[in-house]
């Protein structure tokens, strides 16, 4: 019997013995398991973090920044704008946004009766009383300035944005650029064969806006062309759509206009412009989009040539107010004052354009 007793005795040892050696072991695999998983874990709850951190950082940012929202004084009512064509990006997507945040301000653009819409034609309609303020991609003339003196107020140009001027010609045109002195000369028929700026013998069609209704002009930088007369040999086009479709057809022709305007096209090819024919600078970020790869992409602005003017023909961008202490002048003030907003200004680049702030 005794015999017996420590046979079950040491057997029930041994159970106990197997079994606190398995839940040990199940505890220390349960243990592993778990320093496995959190060191798998341990990245992505950091990146989390880190993505909440900088969600933060924005959203402290963002509420510091200016907004359509934190301008004041926009009038309450309707209003007639109108000008620049260069401006019409602006206009659909930075325009169509103030008037979702700011539904008591309500903005209704204006083409003229005669003539085509542009520069000039909207600040002669802003000096004859039919826009409250202007969109002008060109400074303000001594005449104009002198008009609105005669009739009893000033003009304000406020600067918004900046662009470039773009000269463009037919793809097929293999000439490496010009300079800026040979693009006057071109306009002032002084230029008159592809041959003399190193392209091939065919004859230059140059085309424009008549300047009474230009949009962007190219001899406001040189106090000696500044209203210097056109060529005889100069086409004039009502617009740049227009001018866009002669140049796909006639090989040897060439507009200017904004570079946000014409640059996306695909039937046309901008040149290079350079102070000097050994400084060319593309108003396109390089490589060029060719017209077989412009259904797929499009040509951008060079923004960084146009912020640190290195592209030596520029376009800003201005908002025209008459300054008569009433309505028009409040209006002209806060729609600038909108575009000059942080919302506003990332608004201007998103449309195409450098913002000025």
Request: aromatic share 6%; net charge positive; glycine share 8%.
């Amino acid at each position: 019997m005794d015999n017996t007793n420590q046979r079950k005795s040491l057997i029930n040892g041994e159970i106990g013995l197997f079994l606190r050696g398995l839940i040990i072991g199940k505890v220390l695999t349960l243990m592993v398991i778990g320093g496995l998983l959190w060191w798998l874990l341990k990245p992505n709850l950091l990146s989390r973090n880190s993505v909440n951190s900088s969600n933060q950082n924005v959203n402290s940012l963002s509420s510091n920044a200016s907004t359509f929202q934190t301008v004041a004084d926009v009038p309450n009512a309707s209003f007639n704008y109108g000008g620049s064509t260069a401006w019409a990006s602006i206009r659909q997507l930075v325009d169509s946004q103030i008037q979702s945040d700011r539904p008591e301000l309500q903005l209704r653009y204006v083409n003229p009766v005669s003539g085509s819409p542009g520069s000039s034609s909207g600040i002669r309609m802003l000096l004859d009383g039919k826009l409250d303020f202007a969109q002008s991609s060109r400074p303000l003339t001594d005449e104009e300035q002198a008009i609105a003196k005669e009739r009893g107020f000033t003009l304000e140009q406020r600067q918004v944005g900046r662009d470039g001027i773009a000269v463009v010609v037919n793809p097929s045109l293999n000439v490496p650029g010009l300079t800026v002195d040979q693009l006057q000369q071109i306009y002032l028929g002084k230029i008159t064969n592809w041959n003399q700026v190193g392209g091939p013998n065919l004859a230059i069609t140059p085309l424009s806006q008549r300047p009474e209704d230009a949009d962007t002009v190219i001899f406001s930088s040189n106090s000696n062309l500044k209203g210097q007369a056109f060529g005889s040999n100069v086409q004039y086009v009502y617009s740049t759509t227009e001018a866009v479709r002669q140049l796909s057809k006639t090989p040897g022709s060439v507009y200017y206009a904004s570079a946000r305007s014409v640059l996306p096209q695909c039937s046309v090819k901008a040149l290079p412009l350079g102070s000097t024919s050994g400084q060319l600078i593309a108003p396109y970020r390089e490589p060029l989009v060719t017209p077989e790869q412009c259904l797929r992409q499009r040509n951008q602005l060079n923004t960084q040539a146009i912020k640190d003017g290195s592209y030596p023909m520029l376009a800003n961008l201005f908002v025209i107010i008459k300054q008569n202490k009433d309505t028009e002048q409040q209006i002209g003030n806060a729609y600038t004052n909108l575009l000059l907003t942080d919302e506003g200004q990332r608004a201007i680049e998103q449309a195409g354009f450098v913002a000025v702030r």
